[in-house]
């Protein structure tokens, strides 16, 4: 028989209960005792020792249990306080992890104040009573109005407690959840940048809060905004491995605080997913499990600020945009920053997140100098006026030549005028809220992913062509009045596509080439010129064409722009730009050209032949000083487009990494530019899924790339939910995804990937009804559907998807349906009619 089985008498039981006692007293107290001091300290009693302490100790910590709900929030084990030493307590007025807080009085002082109380059971953790301490010491060490203020520590009978400033107020995140109205854009803004000030403040002074969310959030009775809880506090002065704890609410922590890294930019994002809960009057992340939380932060699963709510204005838009960003260096690289910009919001001046036209700078100071602007106006009408009377008188008097060559000289500066307001209303209907820069036309895509895709855009553009036609009649010499309509047509042209008006984008580049051919001679627009543009707006076409399957109006389109190109016995940088481009895109043709026709030997030498020249095209540029981007992606598509011809799968890797070792590097040195992160997502998305069954290894990178891809894209279907080809890539990806869970076996997940797809395709057919494209990728998705419902023995519901797919075909107009590819998915579908098991006539279907 052991010690530890020996019975205990009365004595002993005595004597080892009053050892228990003290055991658990000074556990509660917060010192850490262990079972095998008090044995070796009572050797005679260290067998009932080691029996009992450790019933002693699970009785404890169950009590200790108790101290805290479910949701998180601390408990005081149903203790009632009604005074610690100098407080009386008179209401619970807020809890949460920490802790809880008391209104109370300090009797020897006759004031009100805020007692937090430290719950017992967290005595248990070194770390809680740390984190209890530092708070007092870091909040207390800290003088400004939007951080609530610290008077000090105390402890009474084991109790610990924080005094601090009572606000008379209410957390806002109790605000935010209310019933009553929502904030207005400037009550929200200026909460934001009264708490951007404090937290300036406290960056300043080394401090990270970590802890930003609406119930940290105060707002007094005069509305002012006061930070409060620094427990999770950090000084980046003092504590070097801050960087390396995950703690915090994680609703609100910024993606990098997942991986255990975090800085300023990491309390930026938590007030900008504050700003954005304000404004929506609801969580940014909803009914998420902890599991799938984290993977919602990282991807920004946040809907749209404008989808949430209407009236909120572009610039605040951009702002939270910027500042929840899920890449640290695209966020406001301080609260200063963003303080900054929320303070130029509210006085409507730029904010510094985009840059503005100078017509739109002129608006927003009319706006701030309503008098002065209203004087102005006065004297520009008054000066207009005397022009045109004075054109008039010119015109009526023209026998005189001095006077005749006045008018002109008149009439020409009137053109400058009137072309500088077109110019203007272009940039302010076509540039949306992220920040353009300088860009030059030779950058092929420069503009096409931050143009503002909306219906309104483009009449006001469509309207505008006219007008720019009538400058040219009046002033036929002029040059740069052609420049500036081409320009207008290829922002016009870049909305439609983006809006699915494919057919509209060919009409108007096509007007725009016949312009170029009649108006560029009379204008003495330089040759050289006329060709780059002539070759850009070919490319522009060819991308058309691609976008509606028809590869031989697209072939004809590239082969137009080389023509153009070629033309030229010594082009510049931008039209050798446009030539690499059309090389490529020859070489290279789309996913779905590539699975419909199978490339002839003669075909793989041409194609070669154009990527040889492609490349020596681009090798005879100046990077750093024009078109670096769109450098960078064509020679990564050059990559990939070897990646694909390689015979030996070492060769077709390593081609592969390269093209994406170029793109990675350049979103590194310009990490808002999004022609390259599409780029990279087109790349990591162009899995060939019929090379990866069979191996798990290449299954499983596979699936890496496709979730890679999707995060990469997230960030612009983001910021440009509307532009359709954002949307098509998306619905692409997952669609790969769904297959790959197939042959895992994982019905489930298939699912959740197909159903997601339709959804998204859905709205493209919303938006576009008359798309075939559209149309016929939705009944693959549909005929996918069916095949998941089968498989599962569901007939009712694969009937279903195959009569939404038979729909989705017959509503493609009859000159579509003709069409390879339309041709193609009806006689997929009708295989799978045939091959379906109904319960009724298969005829009933169709």
């Known amino acids: 028989m052991s010690v530890t089985d020996i019975p205990i008498d009365d004595d002993t039981y005595s004597t080892v209960d009053i050892l228990a006692s003290d055991f658990v007293a000074r556990f509660r107290n917060g010192d850490r005792p262990t079972i095998e001091e008090y044995a070796i300290r009572h050797p005679d009693l260290s067998g009932p020792i080691r029996r009992v302490f450790p019933l002693v100790l699970s009785v404890e910590k169950v009590k200790v249990d108790r101290q805290s709900e479910s949701d998180g929030s601390a408990t005081l084990a149903g203790r009632i306080f009604e005074r610690l030493g100098d407080f009386r307590l008179v209401r619970e007025i807020g809890r949460g992890g920490m802790g809880i807080v008391y209104e109370a009085e300090q009797e020897s002082l006759g004031r009100r104040i805020a007692l937090k109380i430290l719950p017992k059971q967290s005595l248990l953790n070194d770390d809680a009573l740390d984190s209890f301490r530092r708070e007092a010491s870091t909040a207390a060490a800290m003088h400004h109005s939007n951080i609530v203020p610290i008077f000090g520590t105390g402890e009474c009978e084991g109790t610990h407690y924080l005094v601090m400033q009572l606000i008379r107020g209410e957390s806002l995140d109790k605000r935010i959840t209310s019933e009553g109205p929502p904030f207005d854009c400037r009550t929200a803004v200026e909460i934001a940048a009264e708490i951007s000030d404090g937290l300036a403040y406290a960056h300043g002074n080394g401090v990270l809060h970590r802890d930003v969310k609406p119930a940290n959030i105060l707002i007094d009775e005069d509305g002012v905004a006061q ?58 992340f909803q009914d998420l499990t902890p599991h799938q939380l984290p993977e919602a932060v990282k ?40 303080r900054e910009d929320l303070n130029r919001f509210l006085k409507d001046e730029p904010i510094l997140a985009r840059r503005i036209t100078a017509l739109q700078r002129m608006v927003r100071w009319c706006r701030r100098n309503p008098k002065l602007a209203g004087v102005t106006g006065i004297a520009i009408a008054s000066m207009l006026a005397a022009t045109i009377a004075s054109s008039v008188g010119f015109a009526m008097t023209s026998a005189a030549n001095k006077r005749t060559s006045e008018a002109l000289a008149q009439s020409e500066q009137t053109v400058d005028l009137a072309l500088q307001s077109l110019n203007g209303v272009v940039d302010v209907v076509s540039i949306p809220s992220s920040e353009m820069g300088d860009m030059d036309m030779g950058e092929m895509d420069s503009a096409q992913f931050l143009l503002n895709p909306s219906p309104h855009a ?69 040759t050289n010129e006329k060709r780059f543009l002539i070759a850009r707006l070919y490319n522009e076409l060819g991308k058309v064409y691609v976008v509606k399957l028809d590869y031989t109006n697209s072939d004809e389109a590239y082969a137009m722009a080389i023509r153009s190109g070629e033309a030229v016995a010594d082009p510049d940088d931008r039209l050798k730009l446009q030539l690499a481009y059309a090389f490529i895109s020859l070489a290279d043709p789309s996913p779905q050209r590539r699975r419909d026709q199978a490339e002839s030997p003669v075909e793989s030498r041409i194609a070669r032949e154009r990527l040889s020249a492609a490349k020596s095209l681009l090798s005879e540029l100046n990077p750093a000083a024009h078109g670096a981007s769109e450098v960078a992606v064509l020679r990564a598509r050059i990559h990939l487009a070897d990646s694909r ?3 030996r799968p070492v060769v ?9 070792e170029i793109l990675r590097e350049r979103l590194t040195q310009t990490p808002e530019d999004s022609r390259v992160r599409f780029a990279l997502v087109e790349l990591l998305a162009s899995v060939n899924l019929r090379r990866q069954f069979g191996s798990e290894r290449l299954a499983d990178e596979s699936g890496e790339r496709l979730h890679e891809a999707l995060a990469v894209l997230y960030p612009l279907r983001s910021i440009d939910p509307k532009t359709q080809r954002f949307a098509v890539a998306e619905v692409h990806i997952l669609h790969k995804l769904s297959s790959l869970a197939r042959s895992d076996g994982d019905i489930a997940r ?3 990937h197909l159903e997601e797809a339709i959804v998204i395709q859905s709205s493209l057919v919303e938006a576009s009804p008359d798309s075939m494209p559209h149309r016929c990728w939705r009944a693959l998705l549909y005929r996918s559907l069916a095949e998941v419902h089968r498989r599962q023995g569901d007939e009712g519901a694969e009937r279903e998807a195959i009569s939404a797919a038979v729909a989705d075909l017959d509503a493609i107009d009859p000159e579509s349906q003709a069409h390879p590819f339309a041709v193609q998915t009806r006689a997929i579908i009708e295989k799978r009619i045939t091959t379906t098991r109904y319960i009724g006539n298969p005829d009933d279907v169709i």
Not at 302 to 321: A, E, G, M, N
């Open 750 to 752: 298939e699912l959740e």
């Open 227 to 284: 930070l409060t809880d620094f427990g999770l506090a950090r000084n980046t002065r003092d504590d070097p491995s801050m960087t390396q704890t995950l703690s915090g609410s994680p609703r609100y922590m910024a993606p990098e605080r997942f991986q255990g890294q975090s800085d300023e930019r990491s309390d930026v994002y938590s007030v900008g997913l504050t700003l954005y809960e304000i404004l929506a009057g609801t969580p940014a």
């Open 645 to 647: 011809q390689a015979k």
């Open 299 to 338: 991807l920004q699963l946040i809907k749209p600020l404008r989808d949430v709510r209407t009236d909120v204005p572009t610039d605040l838009q951009t702002i939270v945009t910027k500042a929840i960003n899920p890449e640290p260096a695209h966020r406001y690289q301080s609260a200063a920053d963003l």
């Open 652 to 660: 077709r890797r390593s081609e592969f990494l390269t093209a994406t």
């Open 458 to 526: 483009a009449s006001v553009l469509e309207n505008i062509q006219p007008l720019y036609q009538r400058l040219a009649n009046q002033s036929p010499t002029r040059p740069d009045i052609v420049r500036q309509m081409i320009e207008a047509s290829l922002r016009l042209s870049q909305i439609q596509q983006q809006l699915g008006q494919a057919d509209a984008a060919i009409t108007t580049l096509n007007q725009s080439i016949a312009l170029l051919e009649t108006r560029s001679d009379l204008s003495g627009l330089p």
